[in-house]
């Protein structure tokens, strides 16, 4: 039995190891990316139609086994199509890492806790009279493409512009207020769904629309709901809610790495949906 791991391991360099600790890696994270998605349904009927093409190879069913193999011909043209979705998410988080970044929001600290302190006062005033809202904060991935889909404003963050806004019977009342910097860019702005089976049926359209926009960008998302004045943050596809607007200024700080904050940051109630 020695002798039989002596010759296996003879040739096994530092190299070798270094090799299956970056593929280990890579495929770990690939898991984390799909996990919660219906590519994970998918990846097990692909697994279903490898076994059973080896199987019917096996087994002498000849008709079965060359349709199969068309198929997994196929089929690799299909998978780009149908993990486009994921395959752009993982292009967009290596565009986004260490190496390519840049400041965040363009913005002075200063600056960015005035933005912070007019979004978290407005959620809270939002949230005492049930006003159902949405607030996209753009961070390294652009949002043009939905900024085109609602009404431009051009006007820098306030509370107060941000609480008339989103209220009820008026023009931009739904749909999503996307900013930019301080510069609230534009409002009633439609965003994608998110497609998470595993979502809470409690949860209505504000809340996935904010799921959708974090699991496609790095953007950060507020949203005040209408049914119970409820405030949450969703990040990178997760929900986090019932935050008051202190724990809410302390996360969003904490987000954007602004420094001297308080201690005891991100005690609010998860719900990852």
């Not at 190299?15 to 919660?36: C, F």
């Not at 087994?59 to 086994?65: F, M, V």
């Not at 005035?114 to 809270?124: N, R, Y």
């Not at 961070?139 to 512009?161: H, M």
């Amino acid at each position: 039995m020695s002798l039989q791991l002596f010759e296996l391991f003879k040739g096994f360099r530092l190299m070798d190891l270094l090799d299956i600790a970056i593929v280990a890696y890579v495929s770990y994270k690939a898991i984390q990316l799909i996990q919660g998605t219906r590519a994970v349904q998918l990846l097990k009927g692909l697994v279903v139609l490898l076994i059973s093409t080896k199987l019917s190879e096996w087994l002498g069913l000849y008709t079965i086994n060359w349709i199969l193999r068309n198929t997994m011909t196929v089929g690799v043209i299909a998978l780009l199509v149908v993990f486009q979705p994921e395959l752009r998410r993982a292009l967009e988080q290596l565009g986004r890492g260490k190496f390519f970044s840049s400041s965040l929001l363009g913005l002075a600290e200063e600056e960015l806790n005035k933005v912070i302190d007019h979004i978290a006062e407005a959620a809270e005033e939002l949230s005492k009279g049930q006003i159902g809202a949405l607030i996209v904060l753009e961070k390294e991935t652009g949002l043009n493409e939905y900024i085109e889909t609602g009404v431009k404003i051009g006007g820098s963050v306030s509370t107060e512009l941000l609480i008339n806004i989103f209220m009820p019977n008026t023009p931009l009342h739904d749909g999503a207020v996307i900013v930019r910097n301080d510069m609230i860019v534009a409002a009633g702005c439609y965003l994608p769904l998110s497609e998470n089976p595993n979502l809470s049926k409690e949860l209505g359209t504000r809340h996935r629309a904010a799921l959708g926009i974090t699991e496609e960008t790095d953007a950060v998302a507020i949203i005040v709901s209408e049914e119970t004045g409820v405030v949450s943050v969703a990040k990178e596809g997760k929900l986090s809610r019932y935050l008051d607007v202190k724990t809410l200024k302390n996360m969003l700080r904490d987000i954007y790495e602004i420094k001297d904050k308080k201690p005891s940051l991100w005690h609010w109630r998860k719900n990852h949906a």
